[in-house]
């Protein structure tokens, strides 16, 4: 997997970036059932090679949240020290509210905000705001 949208915001939720990404290797399929990614969006985007450029000039030396933030640094093939992430899918908090070991952000956002997320199609702002909300809940 590689990204195809990226979006970063910072602790309150404004956006430090929200863009598509055209993937260097070949597309095989968008998925735009799950992803939301149609090929309108990536006719004008900047090359993944850029997009990663810029997520690594603004997460570099910052503690970032995310939710199994683990498959988005795998997908934008970056490596960040492990004691500046920060994973709201492994807080006891948030797997003690929601009842399971993996809660995923649909049900941990569900389960401790009483908010619906993620009805149509997918959209990496809207999870990455639930992820800051689901964050700034309990910290």
Same mark, same amino acid.
């Given at each position: 997997?590689?990204?195809? @949208? ?16 055209? +993937?260097a290797? @070949?597309?095989?399929?968008? #998925?735009? @059932?799950?992803?939301?990614? @149609? !090929?309108?969006?990536?006719? $004008?985007? +900047? +090359? ?5 450029r ?6 570099? !030396? ?8 683990s #498959?988005?640094l795998n997908?934008?093939?970056?490596c960040h020290?492990? #004691?500046?992430? %920060?994973?709201?899918? /492994?807080l $006891?908090?948030? /797997? ?9 952000? /649909?049900d941990? %956002? ?8 993620q ?9 990455a705001? $639930?992820? $800051?909300?689901l ?5």
């Amino acid at each position: 997997m590689i990204a195809a @949208q990226v979006t970063i915001t910072d602790f309150f939720g404004n956006i430090l970036l929200h863009t598509y990404a055209y +993937p260097a290797s @070949q597309i095989i399929s968008l #998925n735009t @059932q799950y992803s939301g990614i @149609q !090929n309108k969006h990536l006719e $004008a985007c +900047p +090359p993944f090679s850029l997009v990663r450029r810029w997520v690594l000039d603004i997460i570099w !030396n910052k503690i970032i949240v995310g939710h199994a933030i683990s #498959n988005d640094l795998n997908a934008l093939k970056i490596c960040h020290p492990p #004691n500046l992430v %920060v994973d709201t899918q /492994k807080l $006891a908090p948030v /797997k003690h509210a929601v009842g399971k070991f993996c809660p995923s952000l /649909k049900d941990s %956002v569900k389960c401790v905000l009483d908010r619906t997320i993620q009805t149509g199609s997918h959209s990496s702002y809207e999870d990455a705001l $639930a992820t $800051a909300d689901l964050f700034r809940f309990f910290y």
